[in-house]
């Protein structure tokens, strides 16, 4: 026998529609880069009855380390955990399931944390007004981070009110932010005291790329910070138009290296070199 072991250890991700997700190379490289035994498999799971619960059965009798869950099963997944970080539970969905070395299956949230990363390397939100659009998953994620950074006041802009309001009730329950909830039945006009602007909805993802939630452009104004959370195309219309009037955008790559370098650490314990795991969607995206 060579001694060498070749059962690698094994990540993933369940989502549906999971072709246009590039988490998968951006993962493989970093393991690559740190010389980690570990694989990354995406997976196309499906929202039918029991599609899940088996994907999740699957990964326990396969020996998986971890996996992500993303659109449509971030809530769902909970119900088949043994816990939730805290965060997680805050939020009330999980994008990153942790097997723990006492065998249980804990769910994280890394979204909101990746989000808030990338959007410090721009400005520190702190003591900000901030808009934000949506109240899904990836909404909710990054409302409960902006709170817990310190954001002063959120104006929660969601076309479902239901959601919009239920999220906005929440968020002022269980954090110290200030929240304003606004309905979306005509285009969103950005309040003069608005610092960021976040688009955290699904509009402009491909292969629908050229779409664009209705704010008014008339409201971007010079120097305010404008961040989309859509990963591909990176270089969303939204970004475009608020790029040309003089706006600091941030892109949904940032956002998603970050929260990518967060599930790493969960998993194998390291915390990957960043500019590997960007240099390879860059490459990706031709950009
Ligand atoms: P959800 O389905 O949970 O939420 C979608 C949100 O978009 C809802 O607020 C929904 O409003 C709104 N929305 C969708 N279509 C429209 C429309 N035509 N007009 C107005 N509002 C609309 O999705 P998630 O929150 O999980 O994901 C949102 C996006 O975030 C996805 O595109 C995903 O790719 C991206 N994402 C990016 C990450 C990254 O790392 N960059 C990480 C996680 C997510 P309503 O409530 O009315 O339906």
């Known amino acids: 026998m060579s001694g060498r072991s070749f059962l690698p250890k094994l990540t993933g991700s369940f989502s549906h529609p999971a072709g246009d997700n590039p988490t998968v190379v951006m993962m493989e490289a970093a393991y690559r880069h740190h010389g980690l035994d570990f694989r ?9 009855a029991e599609g899940l619960a088996d994907a999740v059965r699957g990964a326990k009798a396969q020996g998986y380390v971890g996996f992500n869950c993303s659109l449509p ?3 769902e997944v909970i119900q088949y955990l043994d816990g939730l970080g805290e965060s997680a539970s805050l939020i009330g969905a999980v994008n990153c399931v942790v097997k ?4 249980r299956w804990i769910g994280e949230n890394t979204d909101g944390k990746g989000f808030l990363s990338s959007l410090k390397g721009v400005i520190d939100p702190a003591g900000l007004h901030v808009a934000l659009l949506g109240a899904g998953g990836a909404a909710r994620a990054i409302a409960v981070e902006l709170a817990l950074a310190g954001v002063s006041e959120l104006t929660l802009v969601n076309r ?3 959601r919009g309001a239920k ?17 979306w039945s005509e285009s969103f006009v950005v309040p003069g005291g608005v610092g960021v602007l976040v688009n ?20 971007f104004r010079e120097g305010l910070v404008v961040a989309d959370v859509i990963p591909n ?8 138009e608020a790029r040309s009037r003089g706006c600091v955008t941030l892109d949904g790559l940032g956002m998603l290296v ?19 795991m960007k240099a390879v969607l860059t490459e990706i995206f031709g950009l």
């Open 40 to 48: 990354y498999i995406n997976m196309e799971v499906g929202p039918e």
């Open 73 to 75: 099963h971030k809530v």
């Open 100 to 103: 723990q070395a006492d065998g």
């Open 160 to 162: 479902s009110e239901a």
């Open 167 to 183: 999220l906005a009730e929440h968020l002022r329950q269980n954090t110290a932010m200030k929240v304003n909830f606004c309905g």
């Open 200 to 219: 955290a909805t699904s509009i402009g993802l491909a292969p629908d790329g050229e779409a664009m939630p209705d704010v008014d452009l008339n409201s």
């Open 233 to 240: 195309p990176p270089h969303t219309r939204f970004l475009r």
């Open 258 to 276: 970050n929260q990518g370098a967060a599930n790493m650490d969960y998993w194998t314990g390291v915390k990957p070199d960043l500019a590997v």
